[in-house]
C-alpha cells in the first residue's frame, strides 16, 4: 500500500501520525511525507528553513519514510495562497503517489495553517480523482488540536486508534530530531508529553499506547 501524510510544517507529520506511519513501514506500505510550507520563515528567518529540512530528513530516516518532499508555501501565511493554488497543487502531488491512505490535520485546528491544508486535501481527494485512495483521516496534532477553540466547531473526537505500542520510542526519537521544534515538558511538544499523550489515547481503547485519528472518509 502506498502511504501519504500530508502537513503543514516541518514536525506535524511526526507529531500527528508518526508512531503510527512508523507501523505501516513495519508493514511493508510504501510511506511518503508531504510537508507545504518552510516552518520557519514566519518565525526564526532563513537560516532555518535549511535546518528544519535536514530534522525532517532524519526524522523520515529514523522512521523509514519512502520519501519526504518540503515545498515552498509560505509558513502561518497559507491564508495568503489562494486556496484553489494549495489544493491543485496538493492534488498534483498526490496524484503522482498514488495512495491507499491519506493521512492530514484536523480541520478546526487553531492553526490557520492547519485548518487551510485539511481543506485542501479534503478537496484534492475528492470522489473520481485518486482511483486508489480508500481511507482519508485527520490525526490530532499535539499543540494545535487541543488548543481549538471551542465556540468554532466540533472538537477532534478521534473514531480511529493505532496501537502504537511497538512505534512509539520510534516516533520520540524522530521527534527528537526537530531539537528547535520540541519543548521542556509539561510543553505538548515534549517528549515525556508525547509519550504520557500516546499512553492516555491507549487508555481509552485498551492498549498501552495509541495514536487517534477522525475517519474523514473509509471506502470498503
Ligand atoms: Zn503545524
Not at 477553540?149 to 524522530?174: H, N, Q, W
Amino acid at each position: 500500500m502506498n502511504v501519504v501524510v500530508v502537513a503543514a510544517h516541518p514536525d506535524d507529520e511526526v507529531l500527528g501520525a508518526g508512531a503510527t506511519l512508523a507501523r505501516h513501514v513495519q508493514d511493508g506500505d510504501a510511506v511518503h511525507a508531504v510537508v507545504l510550507t518552510d516552518g520557519a520563515l514566519s518565525r526564526y528567518g532563513k537560516h532555518m528553513v535549511g535546518e528544519l529540512q535536514a530534522s525532517g530528513v532524519a526524522a523520515a530516516r529514523h522512521i523509514g519514510l519512502a520519501s519526504v518532499r518540503f515545498e515552498a508555501f509560505p509558513d502561518q501565511r497559507l491564508d495568503q495562497i489562494p486556496i484553489l493554488d494549495l489544493t491543485q497543487h496538493i492534488e498534483s502531488v498526490l496524484t503522482d503517489l498514488e495512495p491507499d491512505i491519506v493521512y492530514t490535520h484536523f480541520r478546526g485546528d487553531v492553526n490557520a495553517d492547519h485548518a487551510l491544508v485539511a481543506q485542501a486535501v479534503w478537496t484534492a481527494c475528492r470522489p473520481y480523482c485518486m482511483p486508489n485512495l480508500r481511507l482519508i483521516a485527520a490525526f490530532e496534532t499535539p499543540s494545535s488540536t487541543e488548543w481549538a477553540s471551542t465556540i468554532d466547531g466540533s472538537p477532534f473526537r478521534p473514531t480511529l486508534f493505532v496501537d502504537v505500542t511497538a512505534t512509539i520510542e520510534c516516533k520520540l526519537s524522530a521527534m527528537a530530531c526537530y531539537a528547535s521544534e520540541t519543548r521542556a515538558y509539561p510543553h505538548p511538544r515534549s517528549l515525556r508529553a508525547l509519550r504520557e499523550r500516546a499512553s492516555y489515547w491507549g487508555s481509552v481503547v485498551g492498549v498501552l499506547a495509541a495514536e487517534p485519528f477522525l475517519v474523514l472518509r473509509d471506502v470498503r
